[in-house]
């Protein structure tokens, strides 16, 4: 079973930038892919960005794209959303996610576990 913690989040201005983290285990980290998600109030969840295994492909939402920046780091098992350019429209809780499957590329419709989430909020 695979377990996925969040850190990260908080309060920040517009324009503002802020690092997510997403700490992996029960699984070998370096065999899957991995992703973000995030889901606003009353929306629902959206994907936001994943990354391959080998960490040669990555997927992002258009509104985000050329703002954040997906990574991985495979000897701590762990992957980071950096988010730069916030918006008061990327307010949302925003979940870690893994597929259910080794060795994909990290499209949006492999994703079948996802983290509690860190809220980031940002203020105009």
């Known amino acids: 079973q695979v377990q996925l913690v969040e850190s990260g989040g908080g309060l920040v201005e517009a324009g503002g930038s802020l690092r997510l983290s997403c700490a992996v285990s029960g699984r070998t980290f370096s065999r899957f892919a991995m992703g973000w998600f995030r889901q606003a109030p009353g929306k629902e969840r959206e994907f936001v960005a994943s990354?391959?295994?080998?960490?040669?492909?990555?997927y992002y939402h258009d509104s985000v794209k050329g703002r954040f920046t997906i990574s991985r780091d495979n000897a701590n098992g762990t992957v980071y959303l950096q988010m730069n350019g916030l918006k008061p429209e990327d307010t949302a809780v925003y979940s870690c996610?893994?597929?259910?499957?080794?060795?994909?590329?990290?499209?949006?419709?492999?994703?079948?576990?996802w983290g509690q989430g860190t809220q980031v909020t940002v203020s105009s």
């Open positions: 996610a893994a597929p259910r499957q080794p060795y994909t590329l990290g499209y949006a419709r492999e994703f079948g576990d």
């Open positions: 990354i391959s295994w080998r960490g040669t492909h990555r």
